[in-house]
């Protein structure tokens, strides 16, 4: 613990915040000049969706260390349950855009308990198996439901509420809050639970209660990116719920790594726009795609990041201690809490 | 020489009118048709250190997974602090004040050593889901007090200066040593170390001996011993039990055991005496 530059808690958190509030400036101001195509918006809208359910499900499956294959299940449900409360009118619009988001992502996390509670008793294959069939069965149950949920055709007319400031003020949340969630004793509970279970019991933590614990909080963000969705396409159809598209998330994560947040980001972003990239080579596109998947898990299994995980103020401190002390290396230093 | 009775209870004088912090009451275990542990019978007193030796299979490590509820005993009862374990999980044993190490290391390879020894401090920085996520006072009071904490209990063994380590990068001694101080940060009344110097050079298992001794006059609890290196189990241990295929067949201080005819025939074979 010798010389060694020490960004101070405060300055920490103000730095990222400017980041965040400037980051969502420029992207709103980008969207709205009307600078990119409607192509590229909607893309970059996608994109949203795409690193909540992602950063979600890396919570279960990164950290946790469990591999649920239902996650569009959840998905399902939290649009729904937006999509109902927004049409119904109950509140002004502001209001009732935020606590339609609660709604979905609370009605998802529900969802999220009801099914990991059974569920979580189960590892590996079983607990994939026993998480698709709920994906399933949410799916069918959604086309059969047809009075409240529109059935097969879908549910029409939500309000258009998801602009780019809306799903980006999201996905910064639910970084922040699962990045907050990893960096306490809970998540730390969560990862001992992905190292080792019997270890993590004789301490005296109890696992069941973490396990629903990160399904739950995985459900919700899950939920909120469903709702999002639905704001987005202004309808909803069962269809768009399926298995692929639980596949589709669970392939981001292990291409960004497996419990690295900036890798589900970064696996996001791209594998979300790469399909607009390649129209140039329309009837190959599916080739290239798999082709770089491929390319990647041979080349580097654990992800595109690995679990490495990112902090701006770790990277600025690493460098100015290098810089002030150049022979030192390796030196001891507390992670940021 | 006498023979001792496998069955009396061994508590070292100071100990003796004191609430034994852990009894076992004729404790078996079957396996389908296999008898791996039977009539199992111990007291400990609450500041002694204690062995339990026998040769491979005999049931040690099966009697450590008893203690701590991995296994739910066939007969018998297991007493902690006079409390019956009758209906406890492992995470309730834990709670009630008993902690263990295992033979092939069980450490949070992925998490350094800080973390590790933190997860053991769990229950007690007792706040909640939302100041977490919130980042409120309760969160930052608590782990301030944790961390410091962990320190303290990682200086122990010297190996604060690893806090920041990867605890899978650790040499092999010390993890074992990180899996100590991870047990110790739960508070236990009662610590199980299982072959704690597996694989350490006669210095490092001297030193390891001093540290236990160390660690039962700081924290005062009692500590039951797995171990294979009869230097250790006869330079500390107070009480010795010795198991063969699952029964205690001879019980003592170390020098009872040394010269126990029972004891010797379990290790070297019959006529073992003579050898």
Known sequence: MKARFQISMPVRYCVNLILMIAFLTAGSFLTQSGLLGRAQNSIIIQVGFYIILAVSLNLVTGYLGQLPLGHAGFMAVGAYAGAIFWKSGLLPETPSLIVGLFVAGLVAAAFGILIGIPALRLKGDYLAIITLGFGEIIRVAIINLSDITGGTPGLKGIPKYSSFLVVYICVLIACVAIHMLMKSRHGRAILAIRENEIAVESCGVNTTYYKVMAFAVSAFFAGVAGALYGGNQGILAPASFDFMTSINILVIVVLGGMGSMIGSVIAAAILTSLPLALQAFNEYRLIIYALLLIIVMVFKPSGLMGTYDFSLSRLIEKAVTRLKVPKEEGGVYHDDP | ?275
């Open chain 2, 1 to 275: 020489m006498t023979t001792h009775n496998p069955q009396a209870p061994m508590v070292p004088p100071r100990d003796r009118d004191k609430t034994p912090v852990l009894e076992c009451k004729n404790l078996g275990i079957d396996f389908g048709g296999l008898t791996a542990v039977d009539a199992f019978n111990i007291t400990i007193g609450p500041t002694e250190i204690c062995g339990l030796i026998g040769p491979n299979g005999a049931g040690k490590t099966t009697i450590f997974n008893l203690l701590t509820k991995v296994y739910q005993p066939t007969r018998g009862a297991v007493y902690l602090n006079g409390r019956d374990t009758k209906n406890m999980n492992t995470i309730a044993a834990n709670k009630a004040g008993i902690a263990r190490t295992f033979q092939n290391i069980r450490l949070f390879k992925e998490l350094t050593v800080m973390e590790n020894v933190l997860v053991g401090l769990h229950n007690e920085m007792g706040y909640r889901f939302f100041p977490a996520v919130f980042r409120l006072p309760s969160y930052w009071r608590s782990e301030r007090i944790g961390k410091a904490r962990a320190l303290e209990l990682l200086s122990i063994f010297d190996m604060q200066d690893m806090a920041s380590y990867k605890a899978g990068a650790l040499p092999y001694g010390s993890q074992r040593r990180l899996e100590i101080v991870r047990a110790l940060a739960t508070n236990p009344s009662i610590l199980l170390l299982d072959e704690p110097a597996a694989g350490m050079n006669p210095s490092e298992t001297g030193e390891l001996m001093e540290n236990i001794r160390k660690i039962r006059d700081t924290f005062q609890i009692a500590i039951l011993l797995i171990e294979h290196d009869m230097q250790l189990v006869m330079g500390i241990c107070e009480g010795i039990a010795v198991l063969n295929y699952g029964r205690v067949i001879a019980k003592g201080t170390p020098e009872e055991i040394k010269s126990d005819p029972q004891v010797i025939e379990a290790y070297l074979g019959k006529g073992g005496q003579d050898a």
